[in-house]
């Protein structure tokens, strides 16, 4: 029988679609066991146009915390009541709180990946840096970047549908963070993006491009890598890019996005319930039930 779900518990919640696949509840509801708090978490499948109506549900179920996932965190992010100074450059939100009523949208991607580098001995005050991309991932990761004190954002994407979504961030860290130096430039253009490689501290792929099945695509030639460069990477699947491989043979200190996922659940579980998360218990839970 189950013991730990009461009359007095309360929920968190996952919105969007799909969400089968999504390793949060387990995450969650480990930690709220392991921590002895009266919270469950669950998955709501749901689209763009139920988003007035789960807002409603947040309020008169009084849902505690949870999350946003693709396609519904931009809406979301016009739906909460207040956002953090991130989610409010950003324009999205992946995490929420409601705190008596008053909900406010959070986005934790980009902490999840500085708190990465950090766990990896990286931190990004006064660093020059360079971004490959400018979709979701990308875009939190430059505005947190700009936040924690980098000293250049020098974002590098295809003049597709996200390169106007760049020049939005370039205009609006210029005006949050004006001590920042954001460029953006077309990723093809071989001349530039070599020249600001050989100038940074760090380069960050926060395309999609090196995913699973896709395994074998690199944006990078291995001969922009050198020994003192930091390679970093938001894909997690595979958990070694090709990128990230022959930035590892040619020497490069190399983070792949494993860490930034394990990092941005632990950031939503602060936000949420305002403690650390049981990480490394977890991870010992999930490699015991997987045998
Ligand atoms: P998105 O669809 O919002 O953006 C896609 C980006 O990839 C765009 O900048 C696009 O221009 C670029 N792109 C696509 N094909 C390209 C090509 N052939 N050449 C150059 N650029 C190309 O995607 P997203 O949600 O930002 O996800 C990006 C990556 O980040 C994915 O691999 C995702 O798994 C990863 N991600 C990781 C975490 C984590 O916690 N580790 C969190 C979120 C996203």
């Keep these: 029988m189950e013991k730990r779900i009461s009359g007095r518990t309360k929920l968190m919640a ?26 469950a978490y669950m998955a709501f499948d749901v689209n763009v146009d139920q988003m007035p109506k789960v ?20 809406i979301a992010a016009e739906l909460v009541d207040k956002l953090s100074p991130a989610a409010e ?39 020059k840096t360079v971004v490959l991309g400018a979709g979701g991932a ?18 590098f994407n295809l003049k597709d549908n996200f390169f106007e979504r760049a020049e939005e961030t370039k205009s609006k860290l210029a005006n949050k963070c004006p001590e920042c130096l954001v460029t953006v430039e077309d990723i093809l253009d071989k001349v530039k993006l070599e020249e600001a490689i050989n100038n940074c501290d760090i380069v960050i792929n926060a395309t999609t491009v090196g995913m699973k099945p896709n395994n074998d695509k690199t944006l990078l030639d291995k001969s922009l890598f050198r020994k003192d460069l930091v390679v970093a990477d938001t894909v997690y699947d ?28 632990a950031a ?17 839970f999930q ?5």
């Design 14 to 39: 996952l919105f969007g679609t799909p969400v089968g696949h999504s390793g949060s509840p387990a995450m969650y509801n480990f930690s709220f066991q392991h921590d002895d708090l009266d919270y």
């Design 55 to 74: 807002f409603e549900s947040i309020r008169e179920l009084d849902i505690k915390a949870g999350n946003f996932t693709m396609p519904v965190k931009n």
């Design 89 to 127: 450059i950003v324009g999205a939100c992946n995490a929420f709180v409601n705190e008596n009523g008053v909900i406010t949208g959070h986005v934790t991607d980009g902490i999840g990946f500085t708190e990465n580098l950090r766990a990896n001995g990286f931190d990004v005050e006064g660093k």
């Design 138 to 155: 990308a875009t939190a990761v430059q505005v947190q970047l700009a936040i924690e004190g980098a000293k250049e954002v020098r974002i």
């Design 238 to 265: 595979p958990e070694k890019t090709r990128m990230l491989i022959e930035a590892e043979e040619a020497g490069c200190k190399i983070i792949g996005g494993k860490g930034m996922l394990l990092c941005q659940g």
């Design 268 to 284: 939503n579980y602060e936000i949420f319930v305002g403690k650390k998360m049981p990480l490394d218990e977890f991870a010992k």
């Design 287 to 291: 490699a015991e039930n997987q045998r």
